[in-house]
């Protein structure tokens, strides 16, 4: 039964999933500015970890992108949930998920969100779009789901994922489909009503007034969450004066990568050798480090049997 499922508080994994979960609502509910760095698997959340990040993203369109889908619910809820519990496991620092619009009504949305919950996960981020969706800089046919069916979706994960520090964020997407601030405002409010933990405000435009704009009127109801993946150039200074909780850096990975692999791709095929980037990409001992190959070597020498030199 869905509504059956309980947390064993000793487990190890029970552990994690609490600490994890109340860090993440530490950092949107805190009067600090929070970052939240994209990851799409474990090898770029350790990136991010390592770099210093207190909390990641894990971007359905990175994900699906990596998985060779368009952000368009391509990519099934399954594959979603493998790749986050990869990237759970790689690090120690909590995890916001992306959850589109929940893959469908209210049913598909608490038992996504179950799923990610027993996955490790600290957090799911749904938006009011119809499904399927389609990502929010493509095109400009946006289809918004009824306010009172999304608050459905919003209630059933609330009461369907058995942890009550688990963070969800209601993404709004009034602004992306061509509505005003007051569809917006009314959308915010229901959500609140419904039991989300923050607001997710999105928007295309090149800057930041309409964003700035909701989080006046809305007057910090609850904390208010981020994208500028369009509006970069606004200074974070903005974003603290108008008290936004969180900035999300929502798919810099993995466009990062693509660059970087491009120009690689290039240069070798150009040059027929390796010798002229290798100091320009990470060395093997980066990796190792980064995927904590010291700890095997330790545990080998604790867990295999040592052999006598000249032994046969």
């Not at 949305?109 to 009011?128: I, Y």
């Not at 069916?149 to 992306?176: N, S, T």
């Amino acid at each position: 039964m869905i509504g059956d499922v309980t947390i064993t508080a000793n487990s190890n994994n029970g552990t994690r999933q609490a600490s994890t979960a109340s860090a993440l609502r530490t950092l949107v509910c805190s009067n600090e500015i929070a970052f939240l760095m994209e990851a799409h698997d474990a090898l770029s959340a350790s990136v991010a970890e390592a770099a210093g990040f207190r909390g990641l993203w894990a971007s359905g369109l990175s994900i699906s992108s990596c998985l060779g889908y368009r952000d368009a619910n391509e990519a099934s809820w399954t594959e979603i949930v493998d790749a986050v519990h990869r990237i759970v496991e790689a690090t120690q620092i909590p995890v916001l998920v992306d959850g589109d619009s929940g893959f469908g009504n209210f049913n598909n949305a608490r038992l996504f969100a179950r799923k990610l919950h027993q996955r490790g996960a600290a957090g799911v981020c749904v938006e009011d779009k119809s499904f399927p969706k389609k990502n929010s800089f493509v095109a400009d046919r946006h289809s918004l789901a009824e306010i009172g069916e999304f608050c459905g979706r919003l209630k059933a994960i609330r009461d369907h994922v058995p942890d009550p520090e688990f963070v969800v964020v209601a993404r709004i997407e009034a602004l992306i489909a061509g509505h005003g601030q007051d569809e917006a405002l009314t959308r915010a409010h229901a959500y609140a009503d419904a039991g989300a933990d923050a607001i997710l405000i999105h928007s295309r435009k090149p800057d930041a007034a309409e964003i700035l704009a909701f989080s006046r009127a809305w007057r910090n109801r609850l904390p208010v969450v981020i994208v500028p993946t369009k509006y970069y150039r606004a200074p974070v200074a903005q974003y603290r004066a108008a008290q936004i909780s969180t900035v999300i850096w929502a798919n810099h990975n993995m466009r990062a990568a693509i660059s970087a692999m491009r120009q690689v791709c290039d240069r070798i095929i150009r040059e027929e050798s390796t010798a002229g980037i290798e100091r320009d990409v990470a060395t093997l001992e980066d990796l190792f480090d980064l995927l904590k190959y010291q700890e095997l070597s330790a545990a080998e020498q604790k867990y295999l049997p040592q052999i006598a030199s000249g032994a046969r």
